[in-house]
């Protein structure tokens, strides 16, 4: 008597977790697919349309332009008071890093410039592998102090303490 009860509950409970199992399928897996397939169909109808206007090129050329300008923008270098304020960065930076700058009148006041408004810049540093790296690392990522062009590692002859010497040169635009 008590076993055609247990079976007529256990087919409840079969069709109920069933319909449980399928809504949370539903909700979770098939739902965001079937919406992510309909915006793919409606953006590709929008592409097509969007190619056959003239506004297209005018989008691109847009696009285009706001990339060169960004690219631009890491070659920035502050014009007012530009050889101190960059020597103060980078050797600040330096020291920070524990690098040694090493002076040199002749590369530091020679600076040459292709273009107006181009600039460059030459330092000598000085130290451990570890702390020339942390320190190319670090001028990559500082703003209005232009980007590097040019990097020279090279070991020393009378090497104390497994120092290398590093060379950069950076260029950059007046602003």
């Known amino acids: 008597m008590l076993h055609p009860i247990l079976i007529a509950h256990q087919n409840k409970?079969?069709?109920a977790a069933?319909?449980?199992l399928l809504f949370l399928?539903?909700?979770f897996s098939f739902q965001k697919t079937f919406e992510a397939y309909a915006l793919n169909r409606q953006l590709k109808?929008?592409?097509a349309a969007g190619d056959h206007q003239s506004g297209s090129l005018i989008a691109l050329k847009e696009k285009k332009l706001s990339f060169y300008n960004q690219v631009l923008k890491g070659y920035a270098v502050k014009?007012?008071?530009r050889e101190n304020k960059m020597w103060q960065t980078v050797s600040g930076l330096a020291l920070y890093n524990q690098v040694d700058v090493l002076y040199d009148p002749v590369k530091l006041s020679t600076d040459t410039?292709?273009?107006k408004g181009?600039?460059?810049q030459h330092f000598n540093?000085?130290?451990?592998?570890?702390s020339l790296i942390k320190l190319v690392d670090t001028l990559h990522k500082t703003k209005f102090i232009g980007k590097i062009k040019q990097l020279r590692l090279s070991a020393n002859k009378n090497a104390v303490q497994n120092k290398l010497t590093m060379q950069i040169d950076f260029v950059g635009i007046e602003q």
């Open 13 to 15: 409970i079969c069709i």
């Open 18 to 20: 069933i319909a449980l």
């Open 25 to 27: 399928g539903w909700t």
């Open 45 to 47: 109808a929008e592409a």
């Open 79 to 81: 014009a007012p008071d």
């Open 113 to 115: 410039a292709l273009f």
């Open 118 to 120: 181009l600039v460059t």
């Open 125 to 130: 540093f000085e130290g451990q592998y570890a």
